[in-house]
């Protein structure tokens, strides 16, 4: 069975504080590793796609990277915008499995 | 693209009254998917399908629960009775599906289901 462990569950930065959010995983085959960005009342959305271990990706203030046990979402000199909950979910080999399995989520605030 | 839609945004009921949770995904979407959100299980996969077919329905937490799609513009979800416990915030989601690799999926604004 596929799982996910993010940590820490909630991270509390002052703007301009760099941190990393930790997603461990344990997949049968993995197909892909997703990161996610939701914003209350909203649904989840799309940030990354990671496919192998080494694989790196970066958008704006984000970068994400894989390796094979884990993966870390780095937050370069964060804003408040930033703020929201980020999730991390796997899809795995699994034959047929299209399904992501997400992780509980970090809980970010960076305060002005 | 409107993206996936769902209705009603939210939705309180009375404990034994059945429930109607609808999705339409995006068009040209192979695979749709319904999620539920509480804060102490978090996204809970209930039942996907690919091509209007159920997939995989293991994460359907009782007989309760049943979901139906149609057509590919159009999915549902129904509790029936409807319980307390059920209460959360219920996602449907879809993808291409079309690639051998990870393919994310996008996801719509949920329903906020309370069950007084």
């Known amino acids: 069975e596929d799982q996910v462990t993010q940590s820490p569950e909630a991270l509390r930065l002052q703007e301009g504080e760099s941190s990393s959010l930790n997603c461990s995983y344990t997949?049968?085959?993995?197909?892909?590793l997703f990161w996610y960005r939701q914003d209350p009342g909203k649904g989840p959305e799309f940030l990354f796609t990671?496919?192998?271990a080494g694989e790196e990706k970066e958008k704006e203030r984000l970068k994400a990277t894989l390796t094979k046990k884990e993966s870390f979402l780095h937050i370069t000199a964060p804003k408040p915008e930033d703020s929201a909950t980020y999730l991390c979910?796997?899809?795995?080999?699994?034959?047929?499995?299209?399904?992501?399995?997400f992780g509980s989520g970090t809980r970010l605030q960076v305060q002005p | 693209d409107a993206g996936v839609i769902q209705s009603p945004r939210h939705e309180v009921t009375e404990m034994g009254q059945e429930v109607t949770l609808r999705c339409k995904p995006i068009s040209g979407h192979d695979y749709l998917f319904w999620y539920r959100q509480t804060m102490m299980r978090g996204l809970e996969l209930l039942i996907y399908?690919?091509?209007?077919?159920?997939?995989?329905d293991s994460g359907m937490p009782e007989d309760r629960f049943s979901a139906k799609m149609p057509n590919a513009s159009f999915s549902t979800l129904k509790i029936q009775p409807s319980e307390p416990r059920d209460s959360a915030v219920y996602f449907c989601?879809?993808?291409?599906?079309?690639?051998?690799?990870?393919?994310?999926?996008?996801f719509g604004s949920g329903t906020q289901l309370s069950v007084l």
């Open positions: 990671l496919y192998s």
């Open positions: 989601a879809s993808s291409l599906g079309r690639t051998g690799r990870g393919e994310k999926l996008f």
């Open positions: 997949v049968s085959g993995l197909r892909g």
């Open positions: 399908f690919n091509n209007n077919v159920p997939i995989d």
């Open positions: 979910a796997v899809q795995g080999w699994k034959a047929g499995r299209r399904a992501l399995t």
